[in-house]
T-cell receptor
Framework: GNSVTQMEGPVTLSEEAFLTINCTYT??????LFWYVQYPGEGLQLLLK?????DKGSNKGFEATYRKETTSFHLEKGSVQVSDSAVYFC???????????FGQGTELSVKP | DTAVSQTPKYLVTQMGNDKSIKCEQN?????MYWYKQDSKKFLKIMFS???????INETVPNRFSPKSPDKAHLNLHINSLELGDSAVYFC?????????????FGQGTRLTVV
């Protein structure tokens, strides 16, 4: 079936460190891929997305590239800030009228 | 203006009770969803409605019944609450382009069954 696997958290980094959160997926066909972010006490917000292979999504300094050959969509940021502390969810959508399938979430904590 | 709003934000209730969570979106979207987030932060879809019609119904106990009086509202009613129902419930909506554009989430309702 279709599924998303993320690296286990929590991830703790110092401010200005480089961030990678791994995400791999299993899907039939050609899904769209997303990263959502959940700040403490809030709902999820779309961070970035990619709808086809080799697309790169980017927003707020975060990037992720849709790699079909490795079925991955790893999230990266060159220099994290304390305000980036949140839970990050990788997700896939495998048909337009369908449903988002989320990974288990990765908690990021950035220390000053 | 809050785009997707849920009430209540917190709900503590005893086992066996019946409770409802309300959701409203002012974005003009046709499709709305309910997601459940468990204690390990894992999110899973429960229901999806498009223009008041049920289109996704995952394997959810019959005690959970969504109701959509109009396309701006999707309420979740839960009968005979059980301890295992304790979770955060998120309502969401998506525009006509579907989830390929963006899903907008409410702030969540933390349900605690004691």
């Amino acid at each position: 079936g279709n599924s998303v696997t993320q690296m286990e958290g929590p991830v703790t980094l110092s401010e200005e460190a480089f961030l990678t959160i791994n995400c791999t997926y299993t899907a039939t066909g050609y899904p769209s891929l997303f990263w959502y972010v959940q700040y403490p006490g809030e709902g999820l917000q779309l961070l970035l997305k990619a709808t086809k292979a080799d697309d790169k999504g980017s927003n707020k300094g975060f990037e992720a590239t849709y790699r079909k050959e490795t079925t991955s969509f790893h999230l990266e940021k060159g220099s994290v800030q304390v305000s980036d502390s949140a839970v990050y969810f990788c997700a896939l959508l495998y048909n337009q009228g369908g449903k988002l399938i989320f990974g288990q979430g990765t908690e990021l904590s950035v220390k000053p | 203006d809050t785009a997707v709003s849920q009430t209540p934000k917190y709900l503590v209730t005893q086992m066996g009770n019946d409770k409802s969570i309300k959701c409203e979106q002012n974005l003009g979207h046709d499709t709305m969803y309910w997601y459940k987030q468990d204690s390990k932060k894992f999110l899973k879809i429960m229901f999806s409605y498009n223009n008041k019609e049920l289109i996704i119904n995952e394997t959810v106990p019959n005690r959970f019944s969504p109701k959509s009086p109009d396309k701006a509202h999707l309420n979740l009613h839960i009968n005979s609450l059980e301890l295992g129902d304790s979770a955060v419930y998120f309502c969401a909506s998506s525009p006509p382009g579907g989830l390929n554009t963006e899903a907008f989430f409410g702030q969540g309702t933390r349900l605690t069954v004691v």
